[in-house]
């Protein structure tokens, strides 16, 4: 588990001579398979990854309110395979004395030029100093584009939310396109030896609840049209693909059934040597009709609601954003304008060879 420090407490870390170390910055809202693209990169880059999360504060002043609690989005970050460490109320515009204080030899950030609230370069001092590392940003996938995806599917109003339309011109290159490369960047695959199925994949706190029962986790991902046949037309909120790609991110989870049966049988038991089938104790429910998915597990005493302490659920977020849409509103539309600016500020420094 990545350890959690503070940036206004942390003294300067003594670091290794032989380890580099790498730092890479966010807010981390809502995370996604982007952040996740982005660490794995950034970890590629050196021995030991430090992800430093923006406070509620620091993000709302600069690009707008996250809808996450800063608790929930280090949960979110601590889960990702690639994180080494954790620093919470990282500055927005980190400094060559940031790298320093934790020991890191470089900064990695997307390709794209983070702005401050004032307009700067969030990262000017870091890349003077030439300890600024580029990597590749995931076209498809933002924040933003998912809390708009939010809006346009739950707001009442179709005419007030299709003034979310308008978007970054990143997150509208193209969609989720996956490849047998980027699968495998994400993948790391071993033997089960007792193997637990997850098969409704709640919070990070119940992935790593279920790690009590057994050594070897299998997530089960339902298709797009089972959610939609067991929870309405308006789900889901990402795609199978999407959430194929955050899934192979999380470190408790060793393997996954992509388009997982909804009823669970003997065979399928059989087939992937499962000894326990778990669910959360807490969940937006999936069954509609008379039908157990569960039954047979049950019958085998493979079955186990786990409570893993935590509330927090898709139908929790998605009240959040509705309850606050005007905030969330002005925010994209804000977030995309000054997306724009920085894609062509991007595009005249790739025409220079900068």
Not at 127 to 155: C, H, N
Not at 327 to 338: C, E, H, L, P, V
Request: charged share 25%; glycine share 6%; aromatic share 10%.
């Amino acid at each position: 588990m990545a350890l959690v420090l503070d940036y206004n407490d942390s003294s300067t870390v003594q670091a290794e001579p032989q380890i580099s170390r790498v730092w890479c910055d966010g807010c981390f809202d809502m995370m996604h398979y982007g952040h996740a693209n982005a660490l794995r990169q950034a970890k590629k880059l050196g021995t030991f990854l430090i992800a430093g999360i923006h406070s509620s504060d620091e993000i709302k002043k600069h690009k707008g309110p996250p809808v996450l609690t800063l608790e929930e989005r280090v949960k979110l970050v601590r889960s990702v395979k690639w994180v080494d460490q954790v620093v919470i109320n990282a500055p927005y515009a980190p400094s060559v004395n940031t790298l320093d204080k934790f020991g890191c030899d470089f900064c990695v950030h997307s390709e794209d030029i983070a702005m401050t609230a004032e307009g700067v370069d969030s990262y000017a001092e870091i890349k003077a100093a030439d300890r600024y590392r580029y990597s590749k940003r995931t076209p498809g996938v933002s924040t933003t584009d998912l809390i708009s995806r939010i809006l346009s599917k739950f707001e009442d109003d179709q005419a007030e939310s299709d003034q979310v339309a308008q978007a970054s011109p990143w997150t509208t290159m193209g969609g989720c396109w996956l490849t047998s490369q980027i699968i495998a960047h994400f993948s790391s695959l071993q033997e089960p030896t007792k193997a637990t199925f997850l098969y409704d994949v709640g919070h990070v706190d119940f992935l790593e609840s279920v790690r009590n029962f057994g050594n070897y986790v299998i997530v089960g991902l339902y298709s797009d049209e089972t959610i939609r046949r067991y929870k309405g037309s308006k789900f889901p909120i990402m795609t199978l693909q999407e959430r194929l790609l955050s899934a192979l991110a999380c470190k408790y989870i060793d393997n996954i059934v992509i388009e997982a049966p909804y009823t669970i049988t003997n065979d399928f038991l059989e087939r992937f040597k499962i000894d326990l089938v778990c669910r959360g104790k807490l969940t937006d429910s999936m069954q509609v009709d008379e039908i157990d998915p569960f039954k047979e597990p049950k019958s085998q005493g493979k079955f186990k609601i786990v409570n893993s302490g935590c509330s927090f659920t898709v139908g929790k977020l998605i009240d959040r954003v509705l309850k606050d849409r005007t905030s969330y509103m002005k925010r994209n539309q804000d977030k995309a304008k000054k997306e724009v600016t920085q894609y062509d500020m991007w595009q005249k420094l790739q025409a220079n060879g900068e």
